[in-house]
T-cell receptor, first 109, second 115 residues
Framework: QKEVEQDPGPLSVPEGAIVSLNCTYS??????FMWYRQYSRKGPELLMY????GNKEDGRFTAQVDKSSKYISLFIRDSQPSDSATYLC?????????FGQGTELSVKP | GAVVSQHPSWVICKSGTSVKIECRSL??????MFWYRQFPKQSLMLMAT?????????EQGVEKDKFLINHASLTLSTLTVTSAHPEDSSFYIC???????????FGPGTRLLVL
């Protein structure tokens, strides 16, 4: 079993839809939880970063962490074609990032 | 803020040659830099962690003599792929963190093609 599990998709939604991206993890020692967005042939870009259970909002993005269930989510409201990318969840353990497999998202106009 | 650059963005080389990739933190001092490789449709795989002024720590299965890492200053780390072979063709990405920070900021990546 991988330490971080993420549905690879691909996920295709119409413009304006609410997108829900999810990851589960097995190691309760993970300290920080992040979401990265990666466009094709580019490096990952940090979207959200949190360390406690609960919700954190930034514009159209909301990151949710549930440590008791070992589950994190990223919600994208009013999705746009420019949101089409691969989304990677990541967690830190002793300074190292452990990534999920990434979910490929396509937002159709 | 927190911009990381990589050079070159892509490189094509012949089998047997060595290739050097530079990673720079442009607007902060990076006490720690990380090197990853990524194959198509796969996630990032950590190759090594380097701290300024000390030897890099390599992940299991990564050949330290093949992937030479130098972190000579707080803003520059280099990865040299020695005697490159076609199986080394990949997307190499660096990241950097500032002192006591958990957030890693990634460079744009370097695409290496070995013929």
């Amino acid at each position: 079993q991988k330490e971080v599990e993420q549905d690879p998709g691909p996920l295709s939604v119409p413009e304006g839809a609410i997108v829900s991206l999810n990851c589960t993890y097995s190691n309760s020692a993970f300290q920080y939880f992040m979401w990265y967005r990666q466009y094709s042939r580019k490096g990952p870009e940090l979207l959200m970063y949190t360390y406690s259970s609960g919700n954190k909002e930034d514009g159209r993005f909301t990151a949710q962490v549930d440590k008791s269930s070992k589950y994190i989510s990223l919600f994208i409201r009013d999705s746009q074609p420019s949101d089409s990318a691969t989304y990677l969840c990541a967690m830190t353990l002793r300074g190292k990032l452990i990534f999920g497999q990434g979910t490929e998202l396509s937002v159709k106009p | 803020g927190a911009v990381v650059s990589q050079h070159p963005s892509w490189v094509i080389c012949k089998s047997g040659t060595s290739v050097k990739i530079e990673c720079r933190s442009l607007d902060f001092q990076a006490t720690t830099m990380f090197w990853y490789r990524q194959f198509p449709k796969q996630s990032l795989m950590l190759m090594a962690t380097s701290n300024e002024g000390s030897k890099a720590t390599y992940e299991q299965g990564v050949e330290k003599d093949k992937f030479l890492i130098n972190h000579a200053s707080l803003t520059l780390s280099t990865l040299t792929v020695t005697s490159a072979h076609p199986e080394d063709s990949s997307f190499y990405i660096c990241s950097a963190t500032a002192d006591r920070q958990e957030t890693q900021y990634f460079g744009p990546g370097t695409r290496l093609l070995v013929l």
